[in-house]
C-alpha cells in the first residue's frame, strides 16, 4: 500500500513538472514549426509588398493563398492589416488567446493579444 502511494506520488510530481517545463520553454522550441512556416509567409508578404508597393487586401484571397495563407484554415495563420502599413500573422487556436503573433512593427514572434484590429 505504501509503495503504491509513493508510486502515485511520484507518477503525479513527474507530470506536473514535465507540464511546468514546457509552458515555460521558449516559442521557439514549442511552436517551431508554425514560426517556420510562418516566417515562410512573412517573407512572402514582404515580397509582394515590394514589388508591388502595397500589402496585400485582408479580404484578396487570390493573391493571399498564393502567399500561402489559407481561408479557414487553423494550421495557418490569420492576416491582418491596418491602414498605415502595418500587418500581423495570429495563429487562433481557437481557445481566446493568447496567440502565437508576428508583428510587422516589431518583427518578432510573440505569445500575446492582436494590436491591429
Known amino acids: 500500500m505504501k509503495k503504491t502511494l509513493i508510486i502515485s506520488i511520484s507518477v503525479i510530481a513527474l507530470i506536473i513538472l514535465s507540464i511546468t517545463i514546457y509552458w515555460n520553454l521558449p516559442i521557439e522550441i514549442t511552436r517551431k514549426s508554425d514560426i517556420k512556416s510562418g516566417n515562410k509567409i512573412v517573407e512572402n508578404i514582404e515580397n509582394y509588398r515590394k514589388n508591388s508597393y502595397k500589402l496585400p487586401e485582408v479580404n484578396d484571397w487570390q493573391t493571399l493563398e498564393k502567399l500561402g495563407l489559407q481561408k479557414d484554415n ?44
Open 74 to 117: 487553423p494550421e495557418k495563420p490569420v492576416y491582418n492589416k491596418d491602414e498605415t502599413g502595418n500587418y500581423e500573422l495570429i495563429y487562433d487556436d481557437g481557445l481566446g488567446g493568447p496567440y502565437l503573433l508576428w508583428n510587422s512593427t516589431e518583427k518578432k514572434w510573440t505569445i500575446d493579444q492582436p494590436k491591429i484590429k
